[in-house]
T-cell receptor, first 112, second 111 residues
């Protein structure tokens, strides 16, 4: 079945550092890929998405590119802020869009 | 405001006492889904619904029931809760061609 693998956290960075959170997936066909963010005590919010190979999703300074050849969708940000501290989930959706398969999540902690 | 509303936000109950977690969306979405979130396991789908009177099992349906009698509501029912159902639960909804919007979560503790 479909699966998503993310790097384990926590990832600890200083403010203004460069962020990469790795995500790779296994799926049949051509899934859509997502990054969700969960701030402390809140639900999940869609951060960005990509629906086909070579698409780049971007939002709030975060970017991720759908790489079919490496089955990856790594999340990057050039300069993190304390307010980016949260748990980040990589996810994929099958063609029917009926389900989202999530990775286990990566906690990001940014210190001033 | 477009949103998915879950109630209650927090619930402590005892083993075997039936409970219902409600979920309502005001966006006229066709699809609704329940997930549970556990440390080290991420989010796993319990049940989903494609529309009224159309539901199907997700990855971890054991011990749960759902119903979809109205488009806006998708309650999660635990007939006989057990401690291994202690978790953080999320309801989500989406239009037929679109992305999921999540509720704020229900933290359930079964003692």
């Amino acid at each position: 079945g479909d699966s998503v693998t993310q790097m384990e956290g926590p990832v600890t960075l200083s403010e203004e550092a460069f962020l990469t959170i790795n995500c790779t997936y296994t799926a049949t066909g051509y899934p859509s890929l997502f990054w969700y963010v969960q701030y402390p005590g809140e639900g999940l919010q869609l951060l960005l998405k990509a629906t086909k190979a070579d698409d780049k999703g971007s939002n709030k300074g975060f970017e991720a590119t759908y790489r079919k050849e490496t089955t990856s969708f790594h999340l990057e940000k050039g300069s993190v802020q304390v307010s980016d501290s949260a748990v980040y989930f990589c996810a994929l959706s099958d063609r029917g869009y009926s389900t989202l398969t999530f990775g286990k999540g990566t906690m990001l902690l940014v210190s001033p | 405001e477009a949103q998915v509303t879950q109630n209650p936000r927090y619930l402590i109950t005892v083993t075997g006492k039936k409970l219902t977690v409600t979920c309502s969306q005001n966006m006229n979405h066709e699809y609704m889904s329940w997930y549970r979130q556990d440390p080290g396991l991420g989010l796993r789908q319990i049940y989903y619904s494609m529309n009224v009177e159309a539901t199907d099992k997700g990855d971890v349906p054991e011990g749960y029931k759902v119903s979809r009698k109205e488009k806006r509501n998708f309650p999660l029912i635990l007939e006989s809760p057990s401690p291994n159902q202690t978790s953080l639960y999320f309801c989500a909804s989406r239009p037929e061609k679109g992305t999921y919007t999540f509720g704020s979560g229900t933290r359930l503790t079964v003692v």
